[in-house]
C-alpha cells in the first residue's frame, strides 16, 4: 500500500503547482498516468493489489485535500472488461511487433540501455523466490522486451488521449525524448522510485532505497496500523 514515500512525492508534486500558481494563475494540474495494470502480469502483482494500491493512492491525495492532483488508468479508456482484455487491447492498438523492438534493442544504444535496465529491475524486484539466478535472468529478459512494449503502446495511448499536457516521467529520459525526466525525492540512483522503494529518514533529510538495504541501517514506523517509513541515526551514506 502507499506509504510514506508516496505522500512525500505527493507533496512534492503539489508543491510544483503551488509553484506554477505563482508566475501562471490558472496555475497547473498534474494527472498521475498510474500504469499497474498495464504491467501487472508481467512484474508478478496481482491486479487486486494494483487495484488496492491504487485505490490507496487516490485517498491519500483527498485526504491530504490535493485537488490540483489526479489519476488515470487504462480503466478509463477501456471500459468494462477485465484488465487481461484492456492489455490486450492495448497491444493490439498502441504497440509495434516485439521483432521490431528486439531489432532496435540490438542496434540503438538507447534501446539496449533501456532493456538492461527493465531487465536488471525485473530481478532485482522479483517475488519468484523459486527460481535458480540463470532462471530468473532470462525469463526476466523476455519479459524486458514485453514491458518495452507496453510502456510504448501506454505511452502513445496517452499521448493520444492528452494531446496538450506536458510529459513528465520519474525515470530517466534521453535528451530529445517527449517525456521530461524528474526526480520526485533524493535517492540512491535516478532508477529509483517512490513506488519500488522506502522512504529513509536521518533528521531533516530524507533518502529512497530499498527495503532490504533500509533494514540494515534503520528501524521501521508504522502509522495507523501499517509500515510507513524507516529512521536511522546512521549515516545514509554508508549504504551509497
Not at 43 to 65: F, P, R, S, W
Not at 122 to 142: F, G, P, Y
Not at 197 to 204: H, M, P
Request: proline residues 4%; hydrophobic residues 40%; aromatic residues 6%.
Amino acid at each position: 500500500m502507499p506509504d510514506m514515500a508516496e505522500r512525500m512525492s505527493l507533496r512534492f508534486l503539489k508543491q510544483l503547482c503551488d509553484n506554477i500558481k505563482k508566475i501562471y494563475a490558472p496555475g497547473a494540474r498534474v494527472l498521475i498516468c498510474s500504469d499497474g495494470h498495464v504491467f501487472g502480469d508481467l512484474i508478478g502483482v496481482a491486479d487486486a493489489t494494483i487495484h488496492d494500491y491504487t485505490k490507496g493512492l487516490i485517498d491519500m491525495i483527498n485526504t491530504e485535500q490535493m485537488s490540483c492532483i489526479d489519476v488515470f488508468q487504462l480503466g478509463h479508456v477501456y471500459h468494462r472488461v477485465d484488465f487481461n482484455t484492456q492489455r490486450t487491447w492495448l497491444v493490439e492498438e498502441w504497440a509495434r511487433p516485439l521483432s521490431v523492438l528486439r531489432k532496435e534493442i540490438t542496434s540503438n544504444e538507447n534501446q539496449k540501455k533501456l532493456y538492461c535496465g527493465i531487465t536488471r529491475f525485473l530481478v532485482e524486484d522479483s517475488c519468484l523466490n523459486n527460481m535458480s539466478k540463470s532462471a530468473l535472468q532470462r525469463l526476466s529478459k523476455a519479459r524486458a522486451v514485453a514491458v518495452m512494449q507496453r510502456s510504448e503502446a501506454w505511452g502513445n495511448l496517452i499521448a493520444h488521449h492528452h494531446p496538450r499536457t506536458v510529459r513528465l516521467s520519474i525515470h530517466p529520459q534521453p535528451p530529445g525524448s517527449s517525456k521530461l525526466g524528474i526526480m520526485l525525492l533524493k535517492a540512491m540512483n535516478t532508477w529509483v522510485t517512490p513506488w519500488h522503494s522506502v522512504l529513509v529518514e536521518k533528521g531533516n533529510s530524507t533518502l529512497l532505497m530499498k527495503n532490504r538495504e533500509a533494514k540494515q541501517i534503520a528501524h521501521l514506523v508504522h502509522e495507523n496500523g501499517r509500515p510507513s517509513h524507516y529512521v536511522t541515526s546512521t549515516s545514509m551514506s554508508s549504504v551509497l
